[in-house]
């Protein structure tokens, strides 16, 4: 399992030879420990492939700017992921992410000049979703469900892409659903 996790994570890292975009978060586990995660979206082909994790690591020091950094950084070093090829980070508002002297922002800026930072929008979109009717949350949770299946095997969301194209759908894939804090 450990050895097909490691030929997934090199497959990942080979397609960021070309350009890419990274969404950053810190979220805190069942432990409580607080975890970096890194997100990455890339182009194959013609498709955009978007929010895989390709790593979360646990945050050992204070959670400042120049820590995430480090590690950040230091994932980037270790797996040969060129900086000039990171076109846009994604992170919440928090002064740590977004500072532009002092935040991870600024730091990423020192590496990838030209990289566009963009404010994430989840966590306040959640916070409004839970002040939904109850009407609406029981229809969420049935999509949520739904969703959630179809993604749960690669047989099920290979299924759905065939019956999309079929029907002559717009999208033929589905995202899985994650509550965000």
Known sequence: MHDMA???????????????????????????????????RYIQETNVCEDFRLFYRKICESGKATDLFEILNSYMIENNIKWENCVGVCTDG???????????????KTKAPNVKWTHCVIH??????????????FVMDIIIKVVNYIRSRPVKARFFHKLCEELGAKHTSSIYYYNSR
């Open 94 to 108: 928090a002064q740590a992410m977004s500072g532009q002297y002092g935040g991870l922002q600024a730091l990423i």
């Open 6 to 40: 490691e030929d997934l994570i090199e497959q990942i890292v080979e397609k960021l030879s070309g350009l890419f975009a990274i969404q950053l978060d810190e979220a805190t586990d069942s432990n409580d420990d607080a975890q970096l995660i890194f997100y990455v």
């Open 124 to 137: 306040r979109e959640a916070l409004a979703a839970k002040k939904i009717t109850p009407e609406l949350n």
